[in-house]
């Protein structure tokens, strides 16, 4: 790898993503694991934690997957005690996901690890960096998600 970080090309950050991806993943993993929930289940709950209240509908649009896969993680969710399923207002063929007390619980401390890790990877950085960093993802992701094949810009 080049010495001098004029000389970075993207291939050098591919990997630097790389490296951070699988940083994050092995943390995120480790801090759901004492809960019992797996990556989709800790996204899920903390969807439905910041925008309540979600349809089903709501809850598969925001995670960018089909309600088919939806109703198997709310299905899962409820299970364990996590989320409920409550009758829409208006209605009849759909349901208001809702956290129970436990999952209310659960997506608060798994928040709060997020933080903590949040923290921990951006200590020393300056808050320019960080700004900088944040309009590079945005940018990266906005990229990826155009060009992926076959999706015309729609990930599911």
Known sequence: MPDHPDNYDAGDALGRAYALAE??????????????????????LLC???????????????????????TALVDALETSGHLRRDPHPTDRRAHIVALTERGHHDADRVRELGENTARRLFD?????????????????????????????????
């Open 124 to 156: 020393g950085v300056a808050p320019d960096d960080v700004a900088a960093f944040v309009r590079v993802a945005d940018c990266l992701i906005a990229n990826f998600e155009h060009s992926a094949p076959g999706t015309d810009g729609e990930r599911r």
């Open 23 to 44: 940083h994050l993943s092995t943390s995120l993993q480790s801090d759901t694991k004492i809960f019992g929930l797996t990556m989709a289940r800790t996204r899920a």
């Open 48 to 70: 439905v934690l910041e925008n309540p209240p979600m349809t089903q509908r709501d809850l598969a649009a925001a995670l960018r997957c089909s309600t088919r896969q939806v």
